[in-house]
């Protein structure tokens, strides 16, 4: 069946610092979709990518789907202590219904 | 407005009892979705609604498990004598849209539950 797999599992970094966490899939995608989870909460939608390509913005985030719709990485420019959590990507293959997540990046700020 | 809501927040469980955990999703939302998030793990996709219908339920990972979503609205999820390895956060998240895993899901606070 489908995998989505996301590296590293967790991210240490200092305030201010940049953070990049990757997600690959081992087939190809319809959508990817991007959650934040703060610990204790569950998971909120950030942002969804469609297009072969597309490249996304969100303030300091910005969100990338590959060429062949296989990979997507996050970029989280000059971390602040309420980026911390963790940060899931979510693959919708082309045949199913069924959202796919990836095991998550757990982000740790230190100030 | 008022999120997805789900009850009970905690539950614990002996080994064998049975369970029914209540989703109420955002008004309006036609899709249903039910996750079960394990300690330190990926939500991991059980079963899927489209109004009353259950369009998907090729996660559930065996027979104890059943769900519901009867009038559209409100989903209970069932599990019959629950086991240990049943114990994890579930979680119930609402889409507005139609179109399969297309939209945006819209999580509730999940249900803790604890097999002992």
């Known amino acids: 069946g489908q995998q989505v797999m996301q590296i590293p599992q967790y991210q240490h970094v200092q305030e201010g610092e940049d953070f990049t966490t990757y997600c690959n899939s081992s087939t190809t995608l319809s959508n990817i979709q991007w959650y934040k989870q703060r610990p204790g909460g569950h998971p909120v939608f950030l942002i969804q990518l469609v297009k072969s390509g597309e490249v996304k913005k969100q303030k300091r985030l910005t969100f990338q789907f590959g060429e062949a719709k296989k990979n997507s990485s996050l970029h989280i420019t000059a971390t602040q202590t309420t980026d911390v959590g963790t940060y899931f990507c979510?693959?919708?293959?082309?045949?199913?219904?069924?959202?796919?997540f990836g095991e998550g990046t757990q982000l740790t700020v230190n100030p | 407005g008022a999120g997805v809501s789900q009850s009970p927040r905690y539950k614990v469980a002996k080994r064998g009892q049975d369970v029914a955990l209540r989703c109420d999703p955002i008004s309006g939302h036609v899709s249903l979705f039910w996750y079960q998030q394990a300690l330190g793990q990926g939500p991991e996709f059980l079963t899927y609604f489209q109004n009353e219908a259950q369009l998907d339920k090729s996660g559930l990972p065996s027979d104890r498990f059943f769900a519901e979503r009867p009038e559209g609205s409100v989903s209970t999820l069932k599990i019959q004598r629950t086991q240990q390895e049943d114990s994890a956060v579930y979680l119930c998240a609402s889409s507005l849209s139609g179109s399969r895993g297309n939209y945006e899901q819209y999580f509730g606070p999940g249900t803790r539950l604890t097999v002992t």
């Open positions: 979510a693959g919708l293959s082309n045949s199913g219904s069924r959202l796919t």
